[in-house]
């Protein structure tokens, strides 16, 4: 008999089936620049599977996509480098994406930009949670699409707002991914990060082959272009989940 795969393997074999399917899609209706961290920054996100997830998990933080001084940099879910390097100390290190905008270097660990999001998202995460084993051991931390997209002048653009043409198969693809993702973590508690990720969710999870689908909830986006999370969102959060009864 077979030994059963480690999670973590579970998840890098979705991960490149995902990268795999979303190759082979055009995107230059709406964007003149896509860059992939599955790809150029393909051994700091198996890191990260590898050290970080486990099964069952109380609870998974699923975002959108990347932003260009985040995951775009380092591979990791909210990826702000000092979190990265410090906090979570991935030490695996991203290369170059084949076309790099000169506005939008990948720069990896090196980067000294700083991605407000994911330094509200981590630096809350380990403010309440002394180290990344205590937090690992009861949450886990992903995005719905690995794609970054730039339109000429470097300007984020997000999958949101793509006509349905492109939007259509993009969201097959990485639907069949979160579904795949939640069916091996086993999460108590699905939590999407701002609207769009909660509604990926909701879809995903009435489409999962689980007895027990776990419950779902929404928390601020902590992106700097919300006026709301720009006033104390750590606190407005931490008051979400402990309302919802995830935190204590």
Same mark, same amino acid.
């Given at each position: ?11 890098? %074999? ?12 055009? +995107? ?6 896509? +860059? ?63 076309? %790099? ?27 309440? +949670? ?13 995005? +719905? ?104």
């Amino acid at each position: 008999m077979s030994k059963p795969k480690a999670i973590s393997e579970i998840l890098i %074999e979705a991960g490149r089936k995902l990268q795999q399917s979303l190759a082979k899609l055009d +995107y230059s209706e709406v964007a003149e620049w896509v +860059y992939d961290p599955f790809d150029y920054a393909w051994e700091p996100y198996c890191e990260y599977l590898t050290r970080f997830s486990r099964t069952p998990v109380k609870r998974v933080f699923m975002g959108m996509n990347p932003g260009p001084w985040g995951m775009a940099q380092t591979g990791i879910p909210f990826g702000e480098v000092a979190a990265v390097r410090e906090w979570l100390k991935i030490t695996s290190r991203a290369t170059k994406p084949l076309r %790099e905008h000169p506005k939008r270097p990948i720069d990896g660990l090196d980067c000294k930009r700083s991605e407000v999001s994911g330094q509200r998202m981590w630096g809350l995460f380990s403010s309440r +949670y002394s180290t990344p084993k205590k937090f690992f051991a009861e949450h886990f931390v992903i995005n +719905y699409c690995p794609l970054a997209f730039m339109d000429t002048g470097a300007r984020n653009l997000t999958p949101d707002k793509f006509p349905m043409s492109i939007r259509g198969p993009l969201e097959e693809a990485c639907d069949r991914h979160l579904i795949s993702v939640l069916e091996a973590l086993q999460p108590a508690c699905f939590i999407g990060v701002g609207g769009f990720a909660e509604n990926c969710g909701k879809r995903c999870i009435a489409q999962m082959n689980s007895k027990h689908p776990p419950k779902q909830m929404r928390i601020l986006h902590p992106s700097p272009a919300s006026p709301a999370a720009n006033r104390d969102w750590a606190g407005q959060v931490t008051k979400s989940l402990v309302e919802a009864g995830e935190w204590k």
